[in-house]
T-cell receptor
Framework: GENVEQHPSTLSVQEGDSAVIKCTYS??????FPWYKQELGKRPQLIID?????GEKKDQRIAVTLNKTAKHFSLHITETQPEDSAVYFC???????????FGTGTRLQVML | GAVVSQHPSRVICKSGTSVKIECRSL??????MFWYRQFPKQSLMLMAT?????????EQGVEKDKFLINHASLTLSTLTVTSAHPEDSSFYIC?????????FGSGTRLTVV
């Protein structure tokens, strides 16, 4: 089955700096790659997603890149703000009708 | 957008008792629902996939007789933790997939004492 690895496990940045989180996946059949932000005790919140027919997607300060050949995808957050502090998960699935496999998570701390 | 309602949000039960968690799709029909468990400071681990009108598919290592899943209608899936023990204390969350992605329930914090 699918295996998703995520790095780093923790990341501290100064406010205004950029943050990058990287994930690799194992199943070449995976086509959907969402990123979630999760606050303590809450449901995961989708922040951006990308499908395999696209190499990059951007939404304001957030961008995701996908390299299907290398089977890795990355989340980029620019101009970080304290409210960006949370746990971020990458995930992968064959389709949105299929089971979703999560990465191990990255705890991002944005320092003032 | 799509909404999945999950209840209860928190439950405390005694060891040996059973607890039922419900997930309802409010404005769409979910033929498939995914159930996850999340221990503190860990990731969401898929437990099983519930299929409307048929048996659930369990992930390796998940005891199907302990975690009973029922998906009797297109809008309701339930997870029953039977003979709960303290090690079953965790955050349980359901999810349904759709054309625009996955919709998650709000989660259930189970504490077994």
């Amino acid at each position: 089955g699918e295996n998703v690895e995520q790095h780093p496990s923790t990341l501290s940045v100064q406010e205004g700096d950029s943050a990058v989180i990287k994930c690799t996946y194992s199943d070449s059949a995976s086509n959907y790659f969402p990123w979630y932000k999760q606050e303590l005790g809450k449901r995961p919140q989708l922040i951006i997603d990308i499908r395999s027919n696209v190499g990059e997607k951007k939404d304001q300060r957030i961008a995701v890149t996908l390299n299907k050949t290398a089977k890795h995808f990355s989340l980029h957050i620019t101009e970080t703000q304290p409210e960006d502090s949370a746990v971020y998960f990458c995930a992968a699935s064959i389709s949105t009708a299929s089971k979703l496999t999560f990465g191990t998570g990255t705890r991002l701390q944005v320092m003032l | 957008g799509a909404v999945v309602s999950q209840h209860p949000s928190r439950v405390i039960c005694k060891s040996g008792t059973s607890v039922k968690i419900e997930c309802r799709s409010l404005d769409f029909q979910a033929t498939t629902m995914f159930w996850y468990r999340q221990f503190p400071k860990q990731s969401l681990m898929l437990m099983a996939t519930s299929n409307e009108g048929s048996k659930a598919t369990y992930e390796q290592g998940v005891e199907k007789d302990k975690f009973l899943i029922n998906h009797a209608s297109l809008t309701l899936s339930t997870l029953t933790v039977t003979s709960a023990h303290p090690e079953d204390s965790s955050f349980y969350i359901c999810s349904a997939g759709g054309a625009d992605g996955y919709t998650f329930g709000s989660g259930t914090r189970l504490t077994v004492v």
